[in-house]
């Protein structure tokens, strides 16, 4: 039985405590992953752009996401 998952991707700094990570990285990185659909792999531009042209994109989109303030750059990245 297939189960098609959903990644987000984002890299940043984080704050740790106690062994939690928390912080606006966290939140991106949680919202990037819900906006996936079953079976795609979202990453923001701060990992599409640390990648350099490493995998290929099927374009981009523009996401409001939830509790932030602005329009977020996200790439659908191509791997089947």
Not at 2 to 24: C, M, Q, W, Y
Not at 28 to 40: K, L, M, Q
Not at 42 to 57: D, I, K, P, R
Request: glycine share 16%; no cysteine.
């Amino acid at each position: 039985v297939a189960l098609p998952v959903r990644i987000g991707l984002h890299s940043g700094n984080v704050k740790t405590e106690a062994g939690d990570v928390f912080g606006r990285t966290v939140v991106v990185a949680a919202r990037v992953g819900g906006a996936a659909s079953g079976g795609e792999i979202l990453v923001s531009q701060a990992v599409q752009e640390a990648l350099g042209g490493a995998f290929t994109y099927d374009g981009v989109r523009s996401l409001a996401l939830k509790g932030l303030v602005g329009q977020f750059a996200v790439f659908p990245l191509v791997w089947r």
